[in-house]
């Protein structure tokens, strides 16, 4: 099985993942609440944390997109604009 | 608690109409569509569309500054409940494009009298379009201390008499707390705010500061203790995939850029060491330009990096990340953590005073934000009062018993305290420099350091064009308008300077030759960056090619659907420079005597290091005005605008205010 792995001590918090998944469910509309990954910023001690809301049920998500890996593309969007390279793929399939 | 007003639909063309929150707009691409305008007199809150004004001043800071001339009479005093406090997204905030994450705030300075512009990072802006606002316009004065709370749709007033007081980082954890939502954004100011201090900053994220002019004073005068905003909407793009082949091709060319991998390692403070050999550091307040390396070298980017660094922290969409958050784990200061600073840290604590001790510039940078403090600002007055002491004029009974002594930074620690909360001898500080220095008297005004009225830390003396922009900017003496980085980008070649701003490229950094076009190019450049809102580190901070006005004008077409090319740009980043100039003149009556340098750079040359012996010759520096106003179309001998120029840019009802004062050449 395929999923996201995210290394959290890497990220810095820019939420590009977010923007970027966001239109990759809905092109032409930027969303960041309906993404199917979120950036909780601590502010207070430098640190983020990426929540994944791909394996979690629908209530859970909130009306956010699930997951597709974006299959249309080359790779996730995520990985893509995420420079900090703190998103990854891991697992084998395809 | 005051109720949401229904505001009247201003579209009558159906097709394109949608009802977003409590105002019918048509639907808009790029923009959220609404601006929110709040009375704190009355309680009122109603709103407009942006789209008249989008066209004609671009968005942001353009559309800031055309409402502030037009609502902010020249009879208003900047803590007048009738003064605005503006504050602006642009229309690429919020979406993919690299760097698109700033907020600006416009309000008359207190600082100058003229316009007040300032402008920060963070997660603020782009939050505000998500809640489907470009801009909020605030007016009046409120009889409490209140929080604007904008809940999407939903907006109110709400008591802050519970966090006036306080500082900028339990506000911003207080009201985060009480909305019960740690992911909701808060601009805020701290007790300097609050208490109309002339060095205040209004503060995002516990660290982003939109500083210089002192908008916190607008905004405590007002009783405004913070904005807090939750957005949960969308942002539409009119043409999607060529946006994204705009966005590609700008996150391709920072990424490849030789800067950022000196951003991403340091930050803007990595220019620190050749700041120092280049004559370009404020050190004791500018009784020379140039330190000891060996003391630089206490402070190098690489210190901070191996003992301090717990890791980067990056703006809305930024590919950069050029903000590093910092640790102190030894002595006095153990236990400190907060998001790092700026090159200016390097001019405002260890050259302004000779600190050479890394753990006190962290601090002294922390405190700064903590209390709502213009550290650019503050570090100004408080090195001025530091040289005053050493010269005799001031001694321990001004200064509440204090030694100011350079090196201390224990001493600049309580003094900006004191200057926050205007205690003691801090009430006097609290005048920025110029006031302060003026009440102090016995010649202290030829080092107090300011450009009309605006404190000032950047070292102007040994680099001309830099000089000419921070000189001619139309906030005041800072380096956010003209001042371009070319004379510290060697590499840039006669060609490129041809091709961009019509001269070949400047020769050296300590001549006159070929500097005024780059500043009359970076000053219509800052204004279509400003405008956007996208950070000035993707252009005049980084390399004048990263992002061009091409590469904006193509993001700003796709996401709009309002075709422009990147001169048609350069046209409008022209008109709001006008814009601004032209408030200047009707308001504080500048003309070209205000555009000149401290007295100071005219007559003290630089004492040491490769830029020593350099000072500003009064004839050189008149032919660069000549030139500069020439450029603009202005007039030469009062330095003021006329109607041929205002015409051109469609400003006509300018020049009709401007003539009625007599301001106006022919």
Redesign the interface.
């Known amino acids: 099985m395929v999923t996201l792995k995210v290394s959290n001590e890497k990220c810095t918090g820019c939420r590009a993942c977010e923007v970027a998944c966001s239109y990759h469910h809905q092109e032409g509309i930027f969303n960041p609440k309906a993404a199917s990954l979120q950036v909780y910023r601590s502010e207070k001690e430098g640190k983020f944390s990426i929540i994944l809301y791909s394996d979690m049920p629908e209530e859970k998500r909130r009306g956010r997109f699930p997951c597709d890996l974006c299959e249309d593309e080359p790779q996730p969007v995520c990985i893509k604009y995420c420079q900090p390279n703190a998103i990854a793929i891991e697992g084998i399939g395809q | 608690m005051y109720q949401v007003l229904p505001t009247k639909c201003y579209c009558n063309r159906r097709d394109r109409t949608v009802i977003t929150g409590d105002i019918i707009v048509q639907k808009t691409f790029g923009f959220a569509g609404k601006i929110l305008r709040v009375n704190l007199t009355t309680g009122g809150i109603w709103m407009e569309p942006t789209e008249q004004y989008a066209g004609r001043f671009l968005g942001g800071r353009g559309i800031g500054d055309w409402l502030l001339y037009n609502e902010v009479k020249p009879w208003v005093t900047p803590f007048d409940p009738q003064n605005r406090l503006i504050f602006d997204t642009g229309p690429l905030v919020?979406?993919?494009a690299p760097c698109s994450t700033r907020h600006s705030i416009e309000a008359k300075s207190p600082m100058t009298g003229g316009v007040g512009s300032a402008n920060a990072g963070g997660?603020f802006s782009p939050e505000l379009k998500?809640a489907g606002y470009d801009h909020i316009v605030i007016q009046g004065r409120s009889r409490k201390p209140v929080t604007l709370w904008i809940n999407d749709g939903r907006v109110e007033l709400v008591d802050a008499s519970h966090i006036w007081g306080k500082t900028t980082?339990d506000t911003?954890d207080q009201i985060k707390g009480d909305m019960g939502d740690?992911?909701i954004q808060v601009v805020c100011i701290g007790p300097a705010g609050e208490n109309w201090v002339r060095s205040a900053a209004i503060i995002a994220?516990?660290?982003r500061a939109a500083a210089r002019c002192s908008l916190a004073a607008v905004m405590g005068s007002k009783n405004l203790k913070a904005v807090a905003v939750k957005g949960?909407?969308?942002?539409?793009?009119?043409e999607?995939k060529p946006f994204?082949a705009a966005v590609d091709h700008a996150?391709e060319k920072i990424?490849k850029s030789p800067v950022a991998e000196a951003l991403i390692g340091f930050g803007t403070y990595f220019m620190t060491p050749t700041a120092n050999s280049l004559g370009f550091l404020p050190v004791r307040n500018f009784q020379d330009a140039y330190m000891d390396p060996r003391k630089v070298e206490k402070l190098a980017p690489e210190v901070f990096r191996d003992e301090y660094e717990?890791?980067?922290?990056?703006?809305?969409?930024?590919?950069?990340?050029c903000s590093h958050?910092y640790?102190v784990r030894h002595g006095p200061f153990a236990g400190l953590?907060c998001?790092g600073f700026e090159g200016n840290d390097a001019w405002n604590w260890m050259a302004r005073f000779d600190i050479d001790y890394p753990p006190a510039v962290i601090k002294l940078h922390g405190l700064c934000n903590e209390l709502g403090l213009d550290e650019d600002n503050a570090s100004s007055v408080i090195g001025w009062a530091f040289e005053a002491y050493q010269r005799g004029i001031l001694s321990t009974k001004d200064t509440d018993g204090l030694k100011l002594e350079w090196g201390d930074y224990e001493v600049v620690a309580e003094l900006l305290r004191k200057l926050a909360y205007r205690e003691g001898f801090g009430d006097l500080l609290a005048e920025g420099v110029k006031r302060a220095s003026e009440i102090v008297g016995k010649g202290s005004e030829r080092f107090a350091i300011h450009v009309k009225g605006q404190d000032s830390v950047e070292p102007m003396r040994a680099l001309k064009a830099y000089t000419l922009g921070c000189c001619v900017s139309p906030r005041g003496g800072t380096h956010t308008r003209g001042a371009p980085m070319v004379e510290m980008m060697p590499d840039i070649t006669d060609e490129f300077a041809q091709k961009t701003w019509g001269a070949p490229a400047p020769t050296g950094p300590f001549s006159y030759e070929n500097k005024v076009e780059p500043v009359v190019y970076v000053e219509r450049l800052h204004a279509i960056f400003d405008s956007m809102n996208i950070c000035n580190i993707a252009s005049v901070w980084g390399s004048l090619d990263l992002l061009n006005p091409d590469d904006i004008a193509n993001l700003y077409s796709a996401a709009t659907g309002e075709h422009m090319a990147g001169n048609e740009m350069m046209m409008i980043g022209e008109r709001i420079h006008n814009i601004e100039k032209a408030f200047n003149t009707l308001h504080a009556g500048f003309s070209r005597k205000d555009d000149y340098p401290p007295q100071r750079f005219m007559e003290e040359p630089i004492a040491s290091g490769p830029a020593k012996g350099e000072r500003l010759a009064k004839d050189k520096w008149d032919k660069m005005l000549d030139r500069y106003y020439e450029l603009h179309g202005w007039d030469r001998e009062t330095g003021w605008q006329t109607r041929k120029c205002l015409e051109e840019l469609e400003l006509g009802d300018i020049a009709d205010d401007l003539e009625r004062v007599g301001r106006l050449p022919r």
Do not use: Q, V, Y
């Open positions: 919020g979406t993919l997660h998500f980082w911003d740690d992911a994220n516990r660290a949960t909407g969308s942002l539409r793009i009119a999607p994204m996150w990424g717990t890791g980067r922290i990056a703006c809305f969409s930024c590919p950069l990340a958050f640790e953590k998001e």
